[in-house]
């Protein structure tokens, strides 16, 4: 919040009042919140927008800090762990080679909504977006950042204009710990073929599997020009469900959490 708010050029909550307000939502939405492991979460959206009294195009002084909270399940409905498809948006882009894609903001996730939604009536789980420069390279997923396992690395793209997860970050450390190399680079297309599990990272699903992605010259088109076919399309790949289960063992206090990234609340 505190980047993408500087961006904009936009005052943001210190890091005591963010913590507060987050905590505050969960007590007043206790009775919200999920049983105990049935796959859901008590999801918490912080958000920050100007409410200067104004028409000219220029920075907010004033604005509202809130959290929201909503039960949810996995992001895209589908069962956790469940192997899905993508396809590949060559004639749609996400966000600009020097834009604002970097930064958490409503009008980063306006843009991708068009194809995203076409590729959801087209039967994929999942739209990969390209570098808006050359589209030689991979970004990030519509919903979430991308990260592929191949030799013992965990290898995830490198651009100032994928926005950073928090999910994507914790993963890397829990990869490192496991033994594994984290490389952040530039990941071309072609590399896909190679791969032996790719996946869609982020807070709500923590790791989609994704076993075939296709590559198409316009995503409405019903051609396939290639398709990458990745590990097993029925079963997690073994790197990705130890990833995630040493993730969500900690969300659930099953796992220790030896980065200090929890905060154990009780209720009053």
Not at 40 to 49: D, G, K, M, N, Q
Not at 67 to 83: D, E, H, N, R
Request: charged residues 20%.
């Amino acid at each position: 919040m505190i980047s993408s708010a500087t961006y904009l050029d936009m005052p943001y909550p210190d890091e005591k009042m963010f913590i507060d307000m987050c905590i505050l939502c969960v007590r007043k939405n206790w009775r919200h919140i999920p049983p105990y492991d049935c796959s859901a979460s008590l999801y918490l959206r912080p958000v920050l927008f100007g409410i200067n009294p104004q028409l000219g195009i220029k920075s907010a002084n004033d604005v509202m800090f809130a959290v929201m909270a909503s039960a949810v399940g996995t992001y895209s409905g589908a069962k956790s762990l469940q192997p899905g498809n993508a396809v590949i948006s060559r004639n749609y882009d996400r966000a600009a080679t020097f834009g604002s894609g970097g930064y958490k903001l409503g009008a980063n996730y306006a843009q991708s909504l068009h194809a995203y939604n076409m590729a959801h009536k087209n039967g994929y789980r999942e739209l990969l977006f390209l570098d808006t420069a050359t589209h030689t390279h991979i970004e990030e997923f519509g919903s979430s950042n991308f990260f592929a396992i191949k030799d013992g690395t965990y290898i995830t793209p490198d651009s100032t204009s994928v926005l950073p997860s928090i999910t994507n970050k914790s993963l890397r450390t829990v990869a490192e710990s496991f033994g594994l190399k984290v490389e952040r680079r530039k990941v071309y297309v072609e590399e896909l073929a190679t791969f032996e599990e790719v996946n869609s990272c982020g807070t709500a699903v923590v790791i989609t599997p994704i076993c075939s992605i296709d590559d198409k010259d316009q995503l409405q088109s019903p051609t396939v020009r290639k398709t990458y076919n990745i590990g097993d399309p029925d079963h997690c790949g073994p790197w990705s469900e130890k990833l995630y289960n040493r993730i969500v063992g900690i969300q659930k206090g099953i796992e220790e959490d030896t980065w200090g990234w929890t905060i154990i609340l009780e209720e009053e």
